[in-house]
């Protein structure tokens, strides 16, 4: 590396990190070259390539040369994500997302999903980005040659997963504080009863006694329409009385809790419902009890730590989980009918 190149670098350092602010002016190329030992030639190439990257701006006179008053991006970052499938909870990751990129000065290029998988990866790859999140979307392939992030599940090398077994915990203990046993669990994700959400629910079940609440899990056939009067009609027609649903979302449970009022049932007084994700186009219809995700937190630390990665290459891998919180717990759970004096 080069003398020029190695003071170019430091300079660079102290203006992305506010030491040298906006507008200020920096060090005359004779201070630099007293300051660092080298010519004057060499301080020259060195505030030159910042001039070039937009850093600096030379001055005419004595005014010398200044901090750029508005200083370029340091890079593009890629967000991978479903966005206009997926609705407000995309568009608050996306939310947090691009607020770390801002604060850390990095510009943010949005992809939509598409399919099939790694020709859009390569796609991105040759957008002229640094690093890349992603959410709901398998990781990029190895041969993917910048630092990329999960926004949401566990999957990859480095990735910010809500907590949602300890969701799906949460739930199921305040089922069983308010007396019910037979507690059905509806799902559209076909992976999900193996983990996540719906297994911390059903061990939590088990590690209470309960026997087999596997056997009240029902599946609804992924991208297909809720048939919920089929499903309700499943789930009234067991031989035990159920008396509840855990839903892998607020939308299932929405669907539900509408179709139960319709036919008579009342929510929660004969039957009670916790959906998941506390999604606010449901949430503004009728306040559910939940679990919430805090889904700007989530791409905001995503973000974050991506951007370490990117300026960082050595850094470890990043798996973290974001806590999750269990909201209005009184609105569509209530004690097992049953159970009442």
Known sequence: MGKEIEIADLMEKFIREGIWKAGEKIPSEHELAELYQINHK??????????????????????????????????????????LSAGVFCSQLLKGVESAARAANYDLKYFELSYPEDP????????????AVFTACAPPPETFPFPAINALHPIGTNFIASDDSDGGRQAAELFLANGHRNIAVISDNPNEYNCGRCDGFISTLKN????????????IPLDNEINIRALWNSISSLPQKVTGAFC??????????????SVGIKVPQDFSICGFGNMMTV?????????R??????????????IELIENPDSPPIRLRSPVELINPRNTVAQNPDCKP
């Open 42 to 83: 060499t301080a020259n190439k060195a505030v030159a390539k910042l001039v070039e990257k937009g850093l600096v701006v030379r001055t005419v006179g004595r005014g010398g040369s200044k901090v750029a008053s508005c200083l370029p991006a340091k890079g593009v970052i890629a967000y991978r994500l479903p966005l």
């Open 120 to 131: 859009q990866w390569l796609k991105i790859a040759n957008a002229g980005i640094c690093g």
């Open 208 to 219: 209470n006694g309960i026997m087999n609440p596997e056997k009240l899990f029902f599946s």
């Open 248 to 261: 892998y979302s607020d939308t299932i449970a929405m669907h539900l809790l509408l179709h139960l009022n």
């Open 283 to 291: 949430n503004q219809i009728m306040p559910l009890t939940t679990v």
């Open 293 to 306: 995700q805090f889904p700007e937190t989530i791409g905001y630390t995503a973000c974050t730590k991506l």
